[in-house]
């Protein structure tokens, strides 16, 4: 995921850049998620001691969930974060006080990257409910390296108003009042996390690695008594070769290294159990990539004696570290420690015997897909946070790449009988759409999602049976079909394993084929146009010179007459009829021969041409974020060479003769087509942009004579790259988000 940049700043003053008299009304809309389950790092989770099953639960880049019951669902918390906020969806630490059964807090920022904005901590005395914020003074890097370290973020077990956050940039930072305000605790001492040359070189691009930052702060509660904050307090910094672990032994007055700590490798997570001894994993990488060498040691305080309990020392041949270290907090001797990197495979391990002896737990587990069912397909992959539920030994979770495991059977362990694990991430959904295609017959919806193969969603509340193959993509990055024959549907994105690189259904979604042949074997990217009849599809690989196949990719011509790298959009009627547009360069193009030639015209906009202003870095500029759908051109339904433009800027609507710009639009992030309203030969327009100087998610059914708001402040979700409605159900629309998943809405009754 990348990161954001300096157009969000200009937001606001793209709102009142073209307001109009009449604001849109707003028509109440039922949000729900299309289920994927996961799809995204969750890379944190906390339980709430005082309440059985209670737990909050982090993810890279798309907001904080809480779980109410021990195996529920879980509800997500920061939807209400608006565009201009999308900065805050991710979350680098949380914590909760175990004295206050209502308060939860997030520390959320997403880049360190200098065009983002800086962080902010969440405070919630509602489960999260509601929130309150505190900004800080410098950035944090939730989807950065180093992500599933921590927890950055504690609350003084002792002392509620007490609270620490371990910044990667800017030192340790101490709260007096609950999270209302932080001052840097300038008694942590500088060369504890200062980077060296031996911490590796910072990024190019001037953000966070992960490396030389501070990863954890841990309490000791029984160095304290209520009311008196804790006297002991451990703080881990991801260093190498120097000290790596620091305490406090005056509440956080002075600080000193731990003697005889290892240096070898960086501490990624602390445990500290109910007899006072301390666990810490190490590996050689802040993650969550691949990993050269990790460890696990005890630390015993009262003797302040050091022990190598490694579970299973990686080697030259199986490389890797160790993700975590968890305790069950009903018994001080049963451990579960976390592989990272593994080549063959991470790996859960078992201790009953304070890491004395570890047994492995996946030789023998069970594991059961049903709740999610692409991820059979996908191995087991950081593993950065384990914990057991204080209120259930038998109750254990970890996290992954596309959520997480749990079992409710972990004690069968010291039986020597297989434990049973299930997917644990109902509810959560993270995942980035890169493209919607709503068929004008048969299933609701079909996705292009990045890092995934793309799913085809028969019943919008139920995960897909798996993912479409073949081919298996490792990334999807568009899909669409063909108006009037519906059955065929084309994807391309990035394949695994060798396959092709181009996947293509002839039933709707129901079963996959590959072409032949493909124009550009190695591109992962572009955009692909189908006709209206299924017979002719336009392949623009991204960067590259656009290819036409007649022949399900037999065989592929190059396309005359049009630019590298330009996007291809069908005619919605006339099967021989494709659309294309230079937007930068004032060009209209279109082609009457099935897409083998196209001739141009000047795109001629009232306003005059549009002007390229200086890109930003990586995915984003001063027009958006270019995985969205702004800076697009499409074509009506059921009209023939009826075409919309919908610019960052504005939009434009082209009825055969000329590109007229409609008012009240001033920016535009995603848009386009539903069912006409019962009794209108309009079809239902969909944007996501400002409109009338307002942001959000708007529908006209009226041809723009007027628009509606259908979210309201509580569903924003950060960023939005796709919108489309459904052509066979009036007013539902379907949203894809940036770290959100997929939403879909309904109009209430």
């Keep these: 995921m990348n990161p954001i940049k300096p157009w ?28 994927i389950v996961g799809g995204g790092f969750v890379d944190g989770i906390v339980f709430q001691p005082a309440v059985p099953g209670l737990a909050y639960a982090r993810t890279d880049m798309g907001g904080a969930y809480r779980r109410d019951t021990a195996t529920g669902p879980w509800q997500p918390l920061l939807d209400w974060l608006p565009l201009k906020d999308v900065n805050l969806m991710g979350v680098e630490s949380l914590a909760i006080d175990p004295n206050d059964a209502d308060a939860l807090y997030l520390a959320c920022g997403t880049y360190t990257n200098p065009a983002v904005p800086n962080g902010a901590v969440l405070r919630s ?58 001052q840097r605790v300038d008694a942590f001492p500088d060369s504890a996390w200062r980077r060296e040359a031996s911490d590796g070189a910072p990024p190019s691009w001037g953000g966070s690695d992960g490396k030389a930052s501070i990863n954890f702060v841990l309490f000791d509660p029984a160095s304290g008594t209520r009311g008196q904050a804790s006297r002991t307090i451990y703080a881990g910094v991801s260093v190498v070769g120097r000290p790596s672990l620091w305490i406090s032994r005056d509440a956080g007055v002075s600080w000193s290294a731990v003697a005889g700590a290892p240096t070898q490798h960086r501490p990624m997570r602390a445990a500290l159990a109910g007899d006072g001894r301390l666990y810490v994993a190490y590996a050689s990488e802040p993650g969550p990539h691949r990993m050269k060498d990790g460890a696990v040691w005890r630390y015993d305080a009262a003797k302040q004696a050091w022990t190598d309990i490694t579970p299973e020392r990686p080697g030259a041949t199986d490389p890797f570290g160790y993700a975590t270290v968890a305790v069950d907090p009903t018994n001080p001797q049963r451990l579960l420690a976390s592989t990272a990197g593994r080549g063959a495979g991470d790996e859960l391990f078992r201790s009953s015997d304070g890491g004395a002896t570890w047994k492995p737990l996946f030789k023998a587990a069970k594991f059961d897909a049903a709740a999610a069912p692409y991820v059979a397909d996908t191995h087991l992959h950081w593993l950065y946070d384990v914990k057991i539920n204080p209120a259930n030994p038998d109750h254990a979770l970890f996290t992954t790449g596309y959520g997480g495991w749990e079992t409710l059977d972990l004690t069968r362990a010291e039986k020597g009988e297989p434990t049973h694990w299930q997917v644990m991430a109902g509810g959560i959904e993270e995942t980035v759409a890169l493209a919607l295609h709503s068929p004008t017959k048969g299933v609701p919806l079909v996705t292009a999602i990045g890092d995934y193969s793309g799913f085809v969603h028969s019943d919008l509340d139920k995960p897909a049976p798996g993912n479409p193959k073949p081919p298996f993509f490792g990334n999807t990055h568009d899909v669409t079909g063909a108006e009037l024959a519906p059955e065929v549907v084309v994807r391309i994105g990035k394949p695994r394993d060798g396959a092709k690189n181009l996947g293509y259904s002839l039933d709707g979604g129901a079963t996959w084929l590959e072409p032949v042949t493909v124009p550009d074997a190695k591109a992962s990217d572009g955009f692909i146009a189908v006709s209206a009849d299924g017979k002719a599809w336009v392949w623009t690989p991204k960067g590259g010179m656009p290819h036409v196949s007649h022949d399900r990719g ?131 327009l969909y944007l996501v942009g400002i409109v009338a100087g307002r942001y959000g998610v708007f529908r006209s059914i009226d041809g723009t004579a007027s628009w509606q708001r259908i979210n309201d402040d509580a569903h924003q979700w950060g960023l939005i790259l796709q919108i489309s409605g459904d052509p066979k159900v009036f007013g539902r629309v379907y949203v894809g988000t940036h770290g959100r998943g997929v939403q879909y809405g309904d109009p209430k009754p």
């Design 554 to 684: 037999d065989t592929w011509t190059p396309v005359q007459g049009l630019p590298a790298g330009t996007r291809v959009v069908a005619d919605r009627v006339n099967s021989r009829r494709f659309h294309a547009m230079a937007l930068f360069d004032d060009k209209l193009y279109a082609s009457e021969d099935g897409g083998k030639t196209f001739g141009s015209r000047p795109l001629d906009l009232p306003d005059g041409p549009v002007v390229r202003a200086a890109a930003g870095s990586n995915n984003h500029s001063n027009r958006g974020d270019d995985r969205g759908g702004q800076d697009r051109l499409y074509a009506t339904p059921g009209r023939e060479g009826d075409l919309w433009l919908a610019a960052f800027h504005g939009l434009y609507h082209r009825d055969g003769k000329a590109f007229k710009r409609l008012p009240g639009v001033s920016e535009i992030h995603a848009f386009g087509f539903g069912r006409a309203a019962p009794g209108s030969s309009e079809p239902a």
């Design 8 to 35: 969000l700043v200009a937001l606001a003053l793209a709102a009142a850049s073209m307001a109009v008299a009449a604001p849109p009304a707003d028509v109440p809309y039922a949000w729900k998620p299309v289920a």
């Design 125 to 182: 005395h509602d489960r999260g409910h509601t929130f309150q914020r505190t900004d800080l003074p410098f950035k944090l890097g939730g989807n950065e390296g180093g992500r599933g370290n921590g927890e950055r973020l504690a609350v003084d077990p002792n002392d509620g108003r007490v609270i620490y956050l371990a910044s990667r940039l800017a030192g340790l930072w101490r709260s007096g009042d609950a999270a209302k305000s932080f």
